[in-house]
């Protein structure tokens, strides 16, 4: 028997399932639209000459970054995600919030205070730098993945 609570839910539920899949459908067609403004967003907040100011070290320690995350996430992806890897490299950027962190731990630990402005551009730049590779990698990663699978899959055809 079902209580007025059980019949409210489930009255509730079906539509909304309904209207999900249907949102779905919806917003997948027009995500492509949407691209310009959120890359129009990111980039709008980007300083390029904080590269200037870091020079190699910054690039360097951007492209650290993106080999010292990446390769974990690619194999993370594939192994627990079931994926092909492109997800896990196109996670390995360093997110903008990183750049407050080392004035956050310069504000705990006072002896970090006189770093703190150089690590912060450090950290800046290599914001900026993966914010720039990292879509580059990404698709170059994921048409080498099509490919090979679409070589398997004539070299199966074949046979």
């Known amino acids: 028997m079902f209580s007025s609570a059980q019949y409210y839910r489930s009255w509730w539920a079906l539509p909304w399932g309904t209207l999900t899949l249907n949102y779905e459908n919806f917003s997948a067609k027009r995500l492509q639209t949407l691209i310009p403004f959120f890359a129009f967003a990111l980039g709008n907040t980007i300083d390029l000459t904080v590269i200037a100011q870091t020079g190699l070290l910054g690039i360097l320690l951007g492209v650290a970054v993106i080999i010292v995350t990446g390769i974990p996430l690619i194999i993370a992806d594939k192994l627990i995600g079931g994926g092909d890897g492109t997800a896990g490299i196109a996670a390995s950027s360093s997110a903008g919030a990183a750049v407050a962190t080392p004035v956050l731990i310069a504000e705990m630990v006072p ?13 800046a730049t290599a914001v900026i730098v993966t914010s720039i590779l990292v ?21 199966g055809t074949v046979k």
């Open 111 to 123: 002896a970090f205070k006189p770093m703190a402005p150089a690590a912060t551009s450090l950290v």
């Open 135 to 155: 879509p580059i990698l990404t698709s170059i990663w994921s048409r080498k993945v099509k490919a090979r699978a679409a070589k398997i899959e004539i070299l």
